[in-house]
Structures are given as structure tokens and as C-alpha cells.
């Protein structure tokens, strides 16, 4: 009985330091990733914040168009944002029915 007493206790210790060292990779890959995870969550926030206030963003991109290209360059950009739109939406439409699957 002691004897597999100590197996259990030498495994277990074998056990716990591979804990230990998978727990120190998992903290070496955590602060790489802080950075890039950082910088798209701060890309959603904007996403999200633009998709909120879409009279800010049309009034911005209005402003723009005017000042560059007059009324008629508005209405070219314009009409080029609507495409643009439309197919970003059935992109997105389609990326999210492939992760449903």
C-alpha cells in the first residue's frame, strides 16, 4: 500500500509542475496577444461607435465630398459608399452563416 501511495504521490507532483508550466506558457502567450487584442478591441469600439451615429459619419463624409469634389463628386462618392455598403453587408451576411455551422 505505501508503495502506491508514493506512485500516487510522485505522480501527483509530476501533474502539478506540468500545471505549473503550462499555467507560465499561458501567461508568456497572454502578453503577446495584449497588444493586437488591445488595438482591435479598441477598432470595435470605433466600429461600434460609428454604427451608432450614422448622421455623424454621413455628415463627415458629406463634408468631405464637398469640399474636395463639389455636388457632383458627392453624389458619385455617395453612390460608391451605397455599393460599398450593400456588398460589406452581404459579406458580412455571409461570414456569419459559415459560423453558424
Do not use: C
Not at 505522480?11 to 488595438?39: K, N, S, Y
Not at 482591435?40 to 458629406?62: H, Y
Request: glycine share 4%; charged share 20%; net charge positive.
Amino acid at each position: 500500500m505505501n508503495k502506491d501511495m508514493f506512485a500516487v504521490m510522485q505522480r501527483r507532483g509530476e501533474l502539478l509542475a506540468r500545471i505549473a508550466a503550462q499555467r507560465d506558457q499561458v501567461a508568456a502567450t497572454a502578453v503577446r496577444w495584449q497588444a493586437p487584442l488591445v488595438f482591435a478591441d479598441r477598432g470595435l469600439a470605433t466600429v461600434r461607435f460609428l454604427r451608432s451615429n450614422p448622421v455623424l459619419v454621413a455628415a463627415a463624409v458629406a463634408i468631405l465630398v464637398i469640399r474636395r469634389r463639389g455636388l457632383t463628386g458627392m453624389v458619385a462618392a455617395g453612390w460608391r459608399m451605397w455599393r460599398l455598403y450593400k456588398s460589406a453587408m452581404s459579406f458580412s451576411a455571409k461570414i456569419a452563416s459559415y459560423s453558424r455551422h
